[in-house]
């Protein structure tokens, strides 16, 4: 009798175990925005996104952001490409290479529009140099989505994808009284880039639930830091960094 009540204490905290693992993994994206939410919140008290807001923003910061952006976003379409080879399933790899297309498509007509209206053509975006954070996150993105794991590569840029979303959502609950910025936010608080952002954070609890302790902190690890590149950005667009002579 008392082997199988032993029996039976073993198969029940096995279970709680087994149970306990699963209710970690599931919300492994939860875990993700906790860790990194302080960046958040200082992201949305960064005088750009403030300025963006109230319609205070200098247009240069603004002209120098969409340029940056418009840089970044190309090598961001590469990463995503990269990333989409490494999927273990054919619809993730379609999913991200659509991404990848979209992401190209969106920074043509945005970027073009507004910053034609600037006065600067396609071209000048080209010849213009990266600046030193952009330089940096983007390598980071190239060097994380080709030398590591899936999971890794995936941590790295959903930053990219839900900060903008969450962003864009906190924004168009004030909205900007410049019509240029008041666009910008729209795309980024819409529901199509919701339903893309919601995919990838799907991606991401599946591939957690796939993986190891090591792995999910590994990946939780790069996702804050891709997460501090995202609020580097705005203040390099704040600075219009530059680099030194």
Known sequence: MRYWRNVYVVAALLAASVLAAAGEQQSFTKQLWQEAEPVYEATLRHPYLVGLSNGTLPKS???FYLVQDAQYLRVFGQALSMLAAKAPSEEWSLTLNQHAIETLQAERQLHAE????YGTSAMAIQQEPMAPVNVAYTNHLLATVSQRPFIEGLAAVLPCYWVYLEVGKHLVAKGSPDKDYQRWIDQYAGESF?????AVLRM???SAARESEDARRRALRIYERSTRYEYLFWDMAWREEGWMP
């Open 61 to 63: 910061k603004f002209r």
């Open 114 to 117: 507004i910053l034609a209206a």
């Open 194 to 198: 919701e339903q893309s952002v919601q």
């Open 204 to 206: 991401m609890e599946e």
